[in-house]
């Protein structure tokens, strides 16, 4: 399994709030398809926070907490690595749209979501850039975790 780390509030919006693409500046994924755990990041994207305030406030609560910080939150399906101008996989030739998340400003890669599962709790990792491989023992925690 790989892991990811992604600042909040879009690790919930991933995991909770069907963003369904994460936009990055290059391809980390290369040829890899599969599991990825999500990590939030101890860092927020104030942007976000402020940016997409509606969404914040209605959707990246946790029981009416702000989701957890440094820790694995769930697993996502990266089914797709795909640029967002002139490639059919995203959208009509020309669009660039494949998710209302997916952004085109800088032609950025779009890794391609699907099948969020949340873990039962947060599990507190320490998390780095990239797309890791995780560990065995993490990895199996983190299976445990979603199917508790």
């Not at 983190?142 to 199917?147: E, G, M, N």
């Amino acid at each position: 399994m790989r892991i990811i780390t992604v600042r909040q509030p879009w690790a919930h919006a991933i995991v909770h709030g069907g963003k369904d693409v994460e936009n990055r500046a290059r391809n980390i994924a290369g040829n890899y398809r599969g599991p990825v755990a999500i990590h939030a990041a101890l860092q927020r994207d104030d942007r976000g926070w402020v940016e997409f305030g509606a969404y914040a406030l209605t959707n990246t609560m946790h029981h009416g907490q702000p989701e957890a910080l440094g820790a694995i939150i769930g697993v996502v399906d990266l089914v797709d690595v795909h640029r967002p101008l002139w490639d059919d996989s995203c959208g009509e030739p020309g669009e660039g749209v494949c998710s209302p998340w997916a952004e085109t400003t800088g032609w950025p890669y779009h890794l391609v979501l699907a099948n969020p599962r949340p873990l039962a709790e947060p599990l507190p990792f320490k998390g780095a850039l990239g797309l890791r491989t995780l560990d065995a023992e993490t990895t199996a925690r983190v299976l445990a975790a979603v199917a508790a």
